[in-house]
């Protein structure tokens, strides 16, 4: 099972302020079969980024991934304020199927 | 516009079983793979199973297998959970998502309870 670690856990920022998200893998995730999403509060986990670095049908292009391999990064450039939530990452390469811990963004 | 509707779902004791459901529409469902995802109260995502198109191939982690049971119809654009012998760790929020990675379309989540 390829094991996702996120970090930092929380990070404390503010509206307009840049935010950088790390997703690293315990082994190469195949073929950039990498994801990014946001989850707010009470709500379905919504599909940001695809393909590592691919923005899926929507998403503003404040939000951008990157990495291979073993290191990934979501970074958003400026925050809006439907931006504070939690943010997953998964990989699509191997079953199962698996999530990052989640990386918390609030309000500074 | 792509829709899933889940249904389903509640409180049940432990060792019960329960079946959730989730209904597409907007979408030609039979060409897509489907996905169950669940999230413990406070928790993060868990990828619980999927299954292929015309329902000949399906996965699951481990902690589910011969528990769990995931089926589609495709006369009803719908997929199943079907869940025996539930654990209280089985309580969580189920979403079903479309596709087997990257999950772009998603359910409102339901809640299971399982009560020990």
């Known amino acids: 099972e390829i094991v996702l670690t996120q970090s930092p856990g929380t990070l404390s920022l503010s509206p307009g302020d840049r935010a950088t998200l790390s997703c690293r893998a315990s082994q190469s995730v195949s073929s950039s079969f990498f994801a990014w999403y946001r989850q707010k509060p009470g709500q379905a986990p919504r599909l940001l980024i695809y393909a590592a670095s691919s923005r899926a049908i929507g998403i503003p292009d404040r939000f951008s991934g990157s990495g291979s391999g073993t290191a990934f990064t979501l970074t958003i450039s400026r925050l809006e304020p439907e931006d504070f939530a939690v943010y997953y990452c998964?990989?699509?390469?191997?079953?199962?199927?698996?999530f990052g811990q989640g990386t918390k963004v609030d309000v500074k | 516009e792509v829709q899933l509707v889940q249904s389903g779902g509640g409180l049940v004791q432990s060792g019960g079983s329960l079946r959730l459901s989730c209904a597409a529409s907007g979408f030609t469902f039979s060409k897509f793979w489907m996905t169950w995802v669940r999230q413990a109260p406070g928790k993060g995502l868990e990828w619980v199973a999927n299954?292929?198109?015309?329902?000949?191939?399906?996965n699951y982690v481990d902690s589910v297998k011969g528990r769990f049971t995931i089926s589609r119809d495709n006369t009803e654009n719908s997929i199943y959970l079907q869940m025996s012998s539930l654990r209280a760790e089985d309580t969580a929020i189920y979403f079903c998502?479309?596709?087997?990675?990257?999950?772009?379309?998603w359910g409102q989540g339901t809640l299971v309870t399982v009560s020990s």
């Open positions: 299954i292929n198109q015309d329902g000949s191939e399906q």
């Open positions: 998964q990989q699509y390469g191997d079953l199962p199927r698996t």
């Open positions: 998502a479309r596709g087997t990675g990257p999950f772009d379309n």
